[in-house]
């Protein structure tokens, strides 16, 4: 007897860790994702115990998680003056039974693709493949309508189809075809990497500045035992007058370090020095920070809603890697 698989649009964190539950429990899956090379993009990505401890469960260890990130020690927020206003321990100094870990988010992408490859095979996520709708049908299947890269289309029936197809998502706007438009709150958001060595415990995340001009940063590698240098994150963010929208193209792009760094210019003092770790990153990204409005469900009939796709949060705060994923 064949069984239709659970499809999954979108291979993204919460695409594949779904396809790594489904196949722990056998049920076959398939995931259509629409890039055509997997590739690790992002920067920091905070995974909270409780998301580690489905890691866990999924078979993951601490080596794959140390590969990709490292435990997060402590959350200080930091004041302009240069003192600490609030700290706490993270993780398992905190108390949790499994530790919080701040992650490279392409880096743990791929870690949970090579799993999928490693265990369900080659063939489970397709490359290249834009899921643009489905339809419910009387046997409680779903028909889901796929479209190739160079722009042919199939259809592929499935026992359920899960949304995982992020903050755009397809699925979501076919369910909720009156949805309002993505918003902007009029905070900017621009982030990096540069190597630079780990301040207060050696993982600590900072926040720095006040609610609508601060500067976050923590590291996302253990140091080099040679340089002592680790991999350090950061998000540079202006809240600006938002009355006319977002003006600029696209929801993030690569952008100068000039074009923003004056904002920070002055944020010198003796245990970090803001502009120097701007200016030494690699690459910049500004990103607005977008939101979307509740929707009343996430599921209609055999077809759910997963991730960013039911309910985008903004990436502060540590929300990105929620546990609801798995
Ligand atoms: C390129 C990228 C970089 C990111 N960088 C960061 C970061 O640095 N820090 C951070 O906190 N968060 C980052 N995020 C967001 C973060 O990954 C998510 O907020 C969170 O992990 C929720 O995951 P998700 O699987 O729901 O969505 P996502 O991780 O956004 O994954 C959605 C996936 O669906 C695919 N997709 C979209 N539409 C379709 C479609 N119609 N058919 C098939 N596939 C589709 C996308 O290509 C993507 O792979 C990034 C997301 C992306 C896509």
Redesign the pocket.
Known sequence: MTRNPVII?????????TALTLHQIGVPCIV????RE??P??????LQPNAVRELFDLGLTEEDLDRVGVPAKEWALVGLNGNEIYSEPRGLLAGYKWPQYAV???RF?MLLYQKVVERIGPDAVRLA????GYRRSPDGSVSVF?ENADGSTFEAIGALLIG????????RAQMHPAQPPIHWGGAVMW?GTTLAKPIRTGSSFVGLGTHRHRIVFYPISHPDPQSGLAMI?W?AEVTLDNSEGWKQHGW?RQVSINDFVHHFEDWIWDWVDVPALIKRADSV?ENPMIDRDPVPTWHDGPVAL?????H??Y?TGS????PD?H
Do not use: Q
């Open positions: 649009a979108g291979g993204g964190i919460g695409g594949l860790a259509f994702e629409a890039v997997m590739r993009l992002g920067v920091g990505i905070n490279h988010r392409g992408h493949s834009h899921v643009t796929v995982a197809d992020g903050i755009h998502s397809s699925v982030r994150n998000i993030f990204f997963l991730g960013d796709a039911a985008a949060m990436p929300n990105g890697g929620k994923h």
